[in-house]
């Protein structure tokens, strides 16, 4: 069992950076690849970036990739999400999520735990 929970969110204006973090209890949190997916209000829900369990291989969605960056610390039991640049339309709740695979998961449906998730409001 992992619980997540996320910190970091908040409101900025256009093209400034915000650094989302995400906190792992539970066993074994080397052994999960980790994603940050978002959900914008009345839009499905969307993978923005992942990583595999030591790092090696990371996604992110063609809409933040060169501005956002995924890191995970395994001794701290972190995951962070650095997003510079940022566009009225990356404004959604953030969530980060835990797969039981060394393995990147690109959808939803492929992650076992997730936490309740960050607001994000960029104003124009």
């Known amino acids: 069992q992992v619980q997540l929970v996320e910190s970091g969110g908040g409101l900025v204006q256009a093209g400034g950076s915000l650094r989302l973090s995400c906190a792992a209890s539970g066993r074994s949190f080397s052994s999960y690849a980790m994603g940050w997916f978002r959900q914008a209000p009345g839009k499905e829900r969307e993978i923005v970036a992942a990583i595999s369990w030591i790092s090696t291989v990371t996604y992110y969605s063609d809409s933040v990739k060169g501005r956002f960056t995924i890191s995970r610390d395994n001794g701290k039991n972190t995951v962070d999400l650095q997003m510079n640049r940022l566009k009225p339309e990356d404004t959604a709740n953030y969530y980060c999520?835990?797969?039981?695979?060394?393995?990147?998961?690109?959808?939803?449906?492929?992650?076992?735990?997730w936490g309740q998730g960050t607001q994000v409001t960029v104003s124009s």
């Open positions: 999520a835990a797969r039981r695979a060394s393995g990147l998961g690109f959808r939803g449906v492929e992650y076992d735990y």
